[in-house]
């Protein structure tokens, strides 16, 4: 592991912009927003509108194979592992750059960011075809897929940590439960302790934080999801991170108690 922020050209350069937004900086946006007249109001307003209309179609989910048509390198299909990113990561990376925008007032450079969002949606949407439309059959490619879901601790390619965070988080039952948000490294053991996942707010700004043990969760080869088994209403009463005391999660107490709630309610 030797890249943990955003490894981009300068012709992405507005995804530098996103890594500034981590998990552990971002509770400084989120009381931003409370502020009203600071914040670029109308494109926050588009950003909500867009991100609802993404949930809704199930953006970036791909028939299996992939692409049907010649895409360009980067839109591989389910095959990237952080050389170009998928659609869907490159448009929530681009989403969290706007939101940065939005909190300091910038209207103009959110909307520019915000256009770059639709410009990829409309692209991945040629390139999948009519079938884009059907939400029933994205649901349909989207549980194929989590069905080829390992566990992570048997996989044995390596990869970089801005291919898993903004990964998805599902249960078995394709319930979205969250989105990885950060990693926490163990420099000791030189290994993943857990990630962490956002549980609601908006573009995961403000929402609370889950920490996940590594060794819980199951991913797809391209890392686009995750799949943690256990169950939605058990998700929602996970202990939580608080932003502003990350020092706390090196409580052995604290990770006892961690430790208790994943092995009571984690399926095996």
């Not at 007032?105 to 059907?134: F, P």
Request: charged share 25%; hydrophobic share 35%; proline share 3%.
């Amino acid at each position: 592991m030797y890249d943990l922020r955003y490894a981009i050209s300068a012709t992405l350069f507005v995804l530098a912009v996103s890594s500034s937004a981590s998990a552990a900086d971002r509770e400084s946006l989120s009381n931003q927003e409370t502020k009203g007249p600071e914040l670029a109001g109308q494109c926050l307003e588009d950003l909500r509108a867009f991100d609802q209309k993404l949930s809704e179609v199930g953006f970036g989910v791909l028939p299996p194979g992939g692409y049907g048509v010649s895409a360009p390198s980067s839109y591989s299909g389910y095959t990237t592992y952080g050389t170009g990113g998928t659609a869907r990561q490159k448009i929530y990376a681009l989403r969290d750059a706007a939101y940065v925008y939005a909190a300091d007032g910038d209207e103009k450079s959110c909307q520019l960011v915000l256009g770059s969002m639709r410009k990829t949606y409309e692209q991945h949407q040629k390139l999948v075809g009519m079938e884009a439309d059907d939400p029933n059959l994205r649901i349909a490619w989207r549980r194929s897929h989590l069905e080829t879901a390992q566990p992570v601790t048997e996989m044995d390619r390596l990869m970089r940590v801005d291919i898993v965070i903004g990964s998805e988080i599902r249960t078995a039952d394709d319930e979205k439960v969250g989105e990885i948000e950060d990693i926490v490294l163990d420099p000791a053991q030189q290994r993943i302790v857990y990630v962490l996942a956002s549980r609601g707010g908006f573009l995961g700004i403000g929402g609370k934080l889950v920490a996940i043990r590594w060794k819980d969760l199951r991913s797809t080869q391209d890392h686009e999801l995750y799949v943690l088994d256990i169950e939605k209403s058990a998700f929602d009463n996970a202990p939580t991170v608080d932003r502003t005391n990350f020092d706390r999660t090196a409580d052995m107490g604290w990770r006892q108690e961690l430790d208790r709630f994943w092995d009571q309610n984690v399926k095996q």
